[in-house]
Every structure is written in C-alpha cells, then in structure tokens.
C-alpha cells in the first residue's frame, strides 16, 4: 500500500535543518505484515533526541531511512501467527523489541535484546526483512524497527504494547521512549525509595520523564525531587512537572546538593561528571544519555571505593516494556504521571526539519506529530 512518511537521506547535513530539510516527505510503499508483524495505523509520534542524532550524524545509521521509533497507532492488521492482538487494539511501539531467548534479555531488562539491537543497526525488521519500499522496489531501512514518521507502519509483534483505548494517542507514544526510559531509569536501574531524595541531571524529554516517574514514586513519602540542567529556561516547566527545586550545574554544586540516586539523562561527558558529584555517599549514579562515540568523562576513582558508589547504565530505561508499559499506564490513569505535561506542541509531518532545529536548540521537551 502507499503511505506518507518522512525519509531521511543523508546524515551530518548543515543546520539549520529548515533550511537544509534533510527529511523528505513523500509517498512510498509498504508492504503486507509478514510472519510475526502487524500493520499499523499511526496516530501521533514524538521527536526525541534519538531521532535528532541520527540526522546530525552522531549515531550513523543505513541510509536510506524512515525515522521515528516512539509512537502510538492503531492495529489494522495482523500477518500469520499474531493472535493475541486484534484489529482495533490501540498500541505502543517500542524501539528495541526483545526475543525472551538470548542471554540478555534474561537479565530482566538490565541488557538489551542481543538480536534485536543487531536487527536495529541494521535497519531490519527482527524477521531481517524491510517492509518499506521506493516506487522502483528499492528497499527503505527501517529506524529502531518502528519507522513512525509515517502515516502507517508493518513492526514485529514484539514492537508494540498494547494500551487501553483510553490512553490518549499523544500520552500513548511517550509512554514507550521518554516516560520507559526516563522513568525506568529511576525505577529499575535506580531503584528509587518512597521517602529517598532525587537529583535528575539534564532535563530534556527523557529527564522530565524522571523527574514526573520521582516525584510519583517518593512526594507522598517526604522525598525530594532536584533538577539540574544549565539551560534556566528549563527550569519553570520541571517546576510545574513536580520537581522541588531546579539548578544549573554551578549552582548545584556550590551549594553541595547531593542525593542517594542520581539519573544523568543529558547524554554529555559534564552531565555524567555533574551527576557523580551529586550522589551521595553510598548512593547510586544512573547514567540514561547517550554521549557521541568516544565521549570521555573523568570522576575520581577513590570516591566509587572509598565513598561505596554505584554507577549503573540503563537503556531503554532497563525495562521489559511489557511488564513497565502497563505499570506506567496505571500510574497515568491513577493521576500520579501525568505525561501529558511532556508534550510540548503538536506538529504535522511537513513541520518536522523546523522541529529537528527546535529540539536541536534545546526549547522543546516533546513536539508531537499528530496525524
């Protein structure tokens, strides 16, 4: 069938994007869902730094490309051997299905799927097909086995989580990067407390995400929630998502903030170093950015042993999406996340190289297309 997608062609071209439009909106075709698959109906989809990092070149990917990897969309259909899904059913995608076989996926969320980061990289499906198509038959990589910046998708059934039909679109597709990987980051890797203070070090998407997963887990109880970040225009919106109190790194540190977990969500070498400092002794350092190839932090060794610190990473939130999607979907419905604090503005798919510059530039938590 054709759809309407956004492919990205080339990588590390010259900001700004509005300019340069490394995304091309256009038609293409897409196939049947194979084996294992389902074709969905995509209803709004986010624009996180990952996507970001893909276009200036920072995490090369297979060219060409159809970007987008957190969204929400509708089941249309399902290929041979999907029967606990049924057409209708309102879903999540999710940008690193797991296979449930390989040695890290039995670590419980702690290591990612061996095979399904391998298919990632290679801009596959898990099957190794592409399901995406130029008019000539040339084949058009899939991003992180999702490809949401289109008005449809065909994703292994492992790419999705089901939600209920009362989880709005926009709420949907967050819950599956920036609420799964920020909040999880705080719940599984950090394993935050009722009554335990946090610091949240860089307060993008995936921070305020943690910072809203904080202060559900540990306000009722008495603890703090901090945030750090040294772009102040940040500061006010982590305010009205809950945090107690905001600092720019510098301020931060002369006041010796500290707490026992600590989540470095900025994906910068400082970050990290700014989120060691502040972990208290015999606290926790989780570290959820992701930092350009080759990125180097320094921190004094003596204080891990002397001081008993653990520093932990977590990708994708160290979660089992199936397990955390639902448990973050209660806590949205009970009132206690409200995600939809993360959205920032709504766009269309002719909006997003003017998106990619606004993101680039630090002003938007979540800009989300809405189809």
Same mark, same amino acid.
């Given at each position: ?18 300019? #340069?439009?490394?995304? +091309? ?23 996180? @730094? #990952? ?17 987008? @990897? ?12 999907? !029967?606990?899904?049924?057409?209708? &059913?309102?879903? +999540? ?60 998708? /065909? ?18 597709? =967050? ?6 990987? %920020? ?15 946090? *610091?949240? /070090?860089?307060?993008? %998407? ?12 540990? @306000? ?14 940040? @500061? ?5 998502? %809950?945090?107690?109190? /905001? ?9 010796? *903030? ?27 350092? /989780? ?11 320094? *921190? ?13 990473? #977590? ?8 397990? !955390? ?8 419905? !009970? ?11 709504? *766009?269309?798919? &002719? ?11 630090? !002003? ?5 297309? =809405?189809?």
């Amino acid at each position: 069938m054709k759809i309407t997608g956004a492919v990205l062609t080339r990588i590390g071209v010259e900001r700004p994007y509005a300019s #340069s439009k490394p995304l +091309v909106v256009r038609e293409i075709e897409l196939d049947e869902p194979g084996h294992g698959e389902v074709r969905l109906r995509i209803e709004a989809a986010g624009l996180c @730094h #990952s996507d970001l990092s893909v276009v200036n070149g920072t995490r090369p990917r297979p060219m060409p490309m159809l970007l987008g @990897h957190e969204a929400a969309g509708i089941v249309e259909a399902l290929g041979p051997g999907v !029967d606990d899904l049924e057409v209708g &059913d309102r879903v +999540v995608t999710v940008f690193l299905p797991r296979c449930e076989k390989c040695a890290n996926c039995l670590t419980g969320g702690k290591l990612p799927c061996t095979p399904g980061s391998e298919t990632n990289g290679a801009g596959t499906l898990p099957s190794g097909a592409r399901r995406l198509h130029e008019e000539d038959g040339a084949e058009i990589h899939h991003h992180l086995g999702v490809s949401g910046f289109a008005t449809h998708a /065909v994703v292994d059934r492992r790419s999705v989580v089901r939600v209920g039909s009362d989880v709005p679109p926009t709420v949907a597709a =967050v819950l599956g990067c920036a609420v799964l990987t %920020g909040g999880g980051a705080v719940r599984n890797a950090g394993g935050l407390l009722a009554g335990q203070d946090l *610091i949240v /070090v860089g307060l993008g %998407g995936v921070g305020m995400s943690a910072v809203l997963a904080g202060r559900a887990i540990t @306000h009722g109880a008495g603890g703090r929630v901090i945030g750090i970040d040294s772009n102040t225009d940040k @500061h006010a919106t982590a305010l009205a998502l %809950g945090a107690d109190a /905001v600092y720019t790194p510098q301020e931060a540190a002369d006041l010796g *903030i500290t707490a026992p977990v600590v989540v470095e969500a900025a994906g910068h070498p400082r970050a990290f170093e700014t989120a060691f400092h502040a972990t208290a002794p015999g606290g926790t350092t /989780v570290t959820a950015g992701l930092p350009a190839p080759g990125a180097l932090s320094q *921190i004094p060794p003596l204080t891990v042993t002397a001081e008993a610190r653990t520093i932990i990473g #977590s990708y994708l939130g160290s979660a089992v999406p199936a397990r !955390d999607i639902p448990a973050f979907e209660a806590l949205w419905r !009970d009132g206690s996340l409200p995600a939809e604090k993360l959205i920032t503005s709504t *766009i269309t798919l &002719d909006e997003l190289n003017e998106a990619l510059d606004i993101l680039d530039s630090g !002003d938007a938590i979540r800009q989300m297309i =809405v189809f």
